[in-house]
């Protein structure tokens, strides 16, 4: 007689999302670990862009990474990162239209691709941020994880994370050994 095979329990729609659910955090925190490692070691910090200055090379939205470099480093034409010059807070990130170096003072004039003139101050600056890379959507997704109804999606995914880890995952009870056995009578001895 060939042995029974065993039958897998049936996976359930609860199993299916908690799976789905667990896959997609690791893949969010392996990318946030490795984000944070590569700013880590290479110096590298985020900003995101805000506004259309520098479309398309840069569109709103983005996350763009920046590393700290002096400002003789830089040359007309590269991106660069600064504090803002009108009095305002935040910094701008735009293109280098002239550059110029006296007695150690780099005086920076910027403009955004998108921009028809120039901005309208210079930029006298030690060190730039000297533009490396950017991630297109990322900074939206971090810009909104800020507001209350991101802080609200974030809270119901955590919680959402912690059902399926503790009421999700229980193992289903293994099937017995003996269950659907049948029994043999005793053979009585001659």
């Not at 199993?15 to 700013?39: K, M, N, P, Q, Y």
């Not at 909104?144 to 009421?167: E, K, Q």
Request: proline share 7%; net charge positive.
């Amino acid at each position: 007689m060939a042995p029974r095979r065993r039958e897998r329990p049936r996976r359930s729609l609860w199993h299916w999302l908690g799976s789905a659910l667990l896959t997609f955090s690791a893949i969010l925190g392996v990318i946030a670990i490795v984000t944070v490692a590569v700013c880590a070691v290479f110096g590298l910090r985020p900003v995101v862009v805000i506004s259309g200055s520098m479309e398309p090379t840069l569109p709103v939205g983005s996350l763009i990474f920046y590393r700290t470099v002096p400002a003789t480093a830089v040359s007309k034409g590269d991106i660069v990162t600064v504090p803002r010059q009108d009095g305002g807070t935040g910094l701008i990130t735009h293109r280098i239209t002239e550059i110029t170096t006296k007695g150690g003072v780099t005086t920076l004039h910027l403009k955004g691709d998108a921009n028809a003139t120039a901005d309208p101050l210079p930029y006298v600056v030690s060190s730039v941020g000297s533009f490396v890379g950017v991630i297109p959507v990322a900074g939206t997704i971090a810009l909104a994880a800020r507001t209350p109804l991101g802080i609200a999606a974030v809270a119901t995914y955590v919680a959402a994370l912690v059902a399926v880890i503790v009421f999700g995952r229980r193992r289903e009870k293994a099937p017995s050994r003996h269950t659907g056995a049948r029994r043999v009578p005793p053979v009585a001895a001659e």
